[in-house]
């Protein structure tokens, strides 16, 4: 907003100025300005386009080795862990930005580090079934997001809870 009211002053300015024929440098001047303006928005008011220095550097892509595992019949109490392992597929170094579960008794781990083209990472997730979800088969749902196109995938484990002497 500061910028925007720099760039109206100096047109006021210069439009009261009565101008020195100079209109070439002075339009140099007003681009320089205008350049400035709204970096967040990425366009400024007069549509120049604005580098934003928070914009991703750019898309990879990603290949899960599997999209869904199901632990079968597994016990509570008990922990269960599986590793999805997955590619970057794409040409740019690929960054997990988060790991979320549908519901607290699945904890996904995601990779600290980012994993560069042609490489292969993993993702653990530990299921850890509540006692009401005994005697029941459940679904639940891992929501990863990265700097993919599409930037969400959504990868599931399956398990069908006994009781503990199941």
């Not at 914009?55 to 269960?80: C, L, R, W, Y």
């Amino acid at each position: 907003m500061k910028a925007y009211l720099v760039a109206t002053g100096f047109l006021a300015l210069i439009a009261c100025s009565g101008g020195n024929g100079d209109e070439a440098s002075n339009e140099d001047s007003l681009n320089s300005i205008v350049a400035t303006t709204n970096p967040e928005e990425g366009v400024s008011e007069f549509g120049q386009e604005v580098t934003n220095p928070n914009k991703a550097q750019g898309e990879t892509s990603i290949q899960f080795m599997e999209m869904v595992h199901d632990f079968g019949d597994v016990k509570f109490p008990s922990e269960n862990l599986f590793t999805f392992k997955f590619k970057n597929t794409g040409t740019l170094p690929l960054i997990i930005e988060s790991a979320t579960a549908s519901c607290g008794c699945t904890v996904p781990n995601k990779p600290e580090e980012a994993i560069l083209p042609g490489q292969i990472g993993e993702l653990d997730v530990i299921f850890s079934p509540k006692e009401g979800q005994q005697g029941t088969p459940v679904t639940k749902q891992v929501t990863v997001i990265a700097n993919t196109n599409p930037a969400s995938t959504v990868l599931e484990i399956k398990a069908n809870v006994l009781g503990p002497k199941g």
